[in-house]
């Protein structure tokens, strides 16, 4: 099996990835590859800002990009690589190891209902907390404080008993690499 690292947008986000994202991706077939590399993603707007937000299938470790506006200048998958990369240094996880198994890149076409649920979630969660506190949180930190908060909170996950934290979950994954 050759792990590819994977990318399912909604078609919301699919305005926003670049006009050569999908000519140069091919659409993989996830069956065929480790769920663990497959990530879905979505847009959602604060303060008038667009930001991209991802989840792993397989651990639910979820990070933001933002605010963001589309370069067609720059490789989508370099951007996401760059960023997944930031996002895992914020909990010490092991992103060289982790990228050193994706041999490859693609799309998936179909979405998987548990992660574009728990993306729902979080988005709704994470605006919720920002007005019922009265944040008023610069847009420039929104995607840091966002990758922060979500992974550091537990969230249930069907066919496992009670919580997972997602860090630590990733954190896990890696290790059986």
């Known amino acids: 099996m050759t792990n590819a690292l994977g990318l399912y947008s909604s078609k919301k986000l699919q305005n926003y990835l670049g006009k ?12 065929s590859t480790d769920n663990f590399f497959h990530w879905y993603g979505d847009v959602f707007f604060y303060q008038r800002k667009k ?7 397989l651990t639910r470790f979820t990070f933001a990009i933002g605010p963001y506006a589309v370069d067609n200048k720059i490789d989508f998958m370099t951007l996401f690589k760059d960023q997944l990369k930031k996002s895992l240094l914020l909990f010490e996880l092991n992103y ?26 979080t988005k709704s969660d994470f605006l919720y907390s920002l007005t019922f506190d009265g944040n008023i949180l610069k847009p420039e930190k929104a995607a840091l404080e966002f990758t922060k908060n979500v992974n550091s909170s537990h969230v249930t996950k069907k066919g496992t008993k009670g919580y997972i934290y997602t860090a630590e979950e990733f954190r896990l994954q890696v290790k059986q690499l």
Not at 20 to 31: T, W
Not at 51 to 57: A, D, H
Not at 102 to 121: E, F, Q, V, Y
């Open 51 to 57: 930001f991209l937000i991802f989840t792993n299938e």
């Open 20 to 31: 050569d994202f999908f000519l140069v991706q091919k659409e993989i077939n996830p069956a």
């Open 96 to 121: 060289e190891l982790y990228l050193s198994h994706c041999l490859d890149t693609g799309l998936i076409a179909k979405s998987h209902p548990g992660a574009t649920a728990h993306l729902n979630r």
